[in-house]
């Protein structure tokens, strides 16, 4: 192997080493799971009715609550384990948002 294939080879292993880091950072899973779960949750559940039920069925605050309670209860269990999965990462990136908003001053 002559000395220009070494550095080309060296070169090639420290972008892939680069590119790894950036696509596997804890930012770009939670994009791509978040992404991920919502094409899955798309495919089980019809959105469009959901918001125009809601829409039709809540009234006020206590009516709107009971309409999320009463349809998050009587769906799925894969429907139910995708939209906690949602809001977890959701809760994770408002985590890391605030965090970074706060610290890096």
């Given at each position: 192997m002559s000395r220009i294939d070494y550095t080309q080879n060296l070169?090639?292993?420290i972008y892939m080493v680069y590119l790894m880091r950036?696509?596997?950072c804890?930012?770009?899973?939670?994009i791509s799971w978040l992404v991920l779960s919502a094409a899955l949750l798309l495919s089980f559940v019809s959105?469009?009715?959901v918001i125009r039920n809601f829409w039709i069925a809540s009234r006020d605050l206590e009516s709107a609550y009971g309409y999320v309670a009463h349809s998050?209860?009587?769906?799925?269990?894969?429907?139910?384990a995708i939209s906690v999965s949602i809001i977890a990462v959701l809760t994770f990136?408002?985590?890391?948002f605030y965090r970074s908003t706060t610290y890096n001053r």
């Open positions: 070169g090639n292993r950036k696509v596997l804890a930012r770009g899973l939670g959105i469009i009715s998050f209860a009587n769906t799925d269990m894969v429907v139910q990136f408002a985590f890391d």
